[in-house]
Structure formats: structure tokens, C-alpha cells
């Protein structure tokens, strides 16, 4: 089991920057593939960007491209997301994920371990 424990979001204005991170215990001795989705209200969970677990392999949604930079720490049990020049379509909750296996998947359903989420609200 991965238990994946995210922070770094809160309230900030259209055109600022938050940076999120996701810490991963238990079994984090397996290869996985991070990632970050978010799930804005009525919508359905949506991918932002992934990373595999060499960090060689990077993904990112059309809408996250050009702002959004994904990243894992030295240790391999953290994945970061540095999101700049936030827009008020951001607005989501942010979930951190990770598979078993280590190469980076789009696929919500690839991943079997979730974090609990953590709110990101932007104002306009």
C-alpha cells in the first residue's frame, strides 16, 4: 500500500503561482509513475500532469502546458506540481495519484493510490 498526502494549495489571484506537493509512504520501495489530477465542482476528475518514476517521461494536459511544471524530488517519494500564471478555470480540487507500475500514464484509472486532495481557488 502508498499512502500519498498532498498540501500547497489555498487562494490566490489570476495571474499568481501556488506550488503543490505530495508526499508518498508505505511501500514506496516500488517503482510508480506519479501524477495530478483535479476535479473542479460539477466536472468530472481531470489529468493535469504525470511523471514517471525515472523522471525522464513528463505528460501534460493542453490546459496545463506552458504554465504547470511537475517534478519529483531526489528521494523519488515526492512529486511536486509548480503552477504559475493561474487562471480562475483552475479552480479544483487536486488530487496526487500513483500506479504500481513506473512508466506515466494519462489514464485516471491506471492509477490505483490517491491522495485525499487539496483546494485550489483562483480569483479573478
Known amino acids: 500500500q502508498v499512502q500519498l498526502v498532498e498540501s500547497g494549495g489555498g487562494l490566490v489571484q489570476t495571474g499568481g503561482s501556488l506550488r503543490l506537493s505530495c508526499a508518498a509512504s508505505g511501500r514506496t520501495s516500488m517503482h510508480f509513475a506519479m501524477g495530478w489530477f483535479r476535479q473542479a465542482p460539477g466536472k468530472e476528475r481531470e489529468f493535469v500532469a504525470v511523471?514517471?518514476?525515472?523522471?525522464?517521461?513528463?505528460y501534460y494536459a493542453d490546459s496545463a502546458k506552458g504554465r504547470f511544471t511537475i517534478s519529483r524530488g531526489n528521494e523519488k517519494n515526492t512529486v511536486y506540481l509548480q503552477m504559475d500564471e493561474l487562471l480562475p478555470e483552475d479552480t479544483a480540487v487536486y488530487y496526487c495519484?500513483?500506479?504500481?507500475?513506473?512508466?506515466?500514464?494519462?489514464?485516471?484509472?491506471?492509477?490505483?493510490?490517491w491522495g485525499q486532495g487539496t483546494q485550489v481557488t483562483v480569483s479573478s
Open positions: 495519484a500513483a500506479r504500481r507500475l513506473g512508466a506515466a500514464d494519462t489514464t485516471l484509472r491506471e492509477y490505483e493510490y
Open positions: 511523471i514517471s518514476w525515472s523522471g525522464a517521461d513528463l
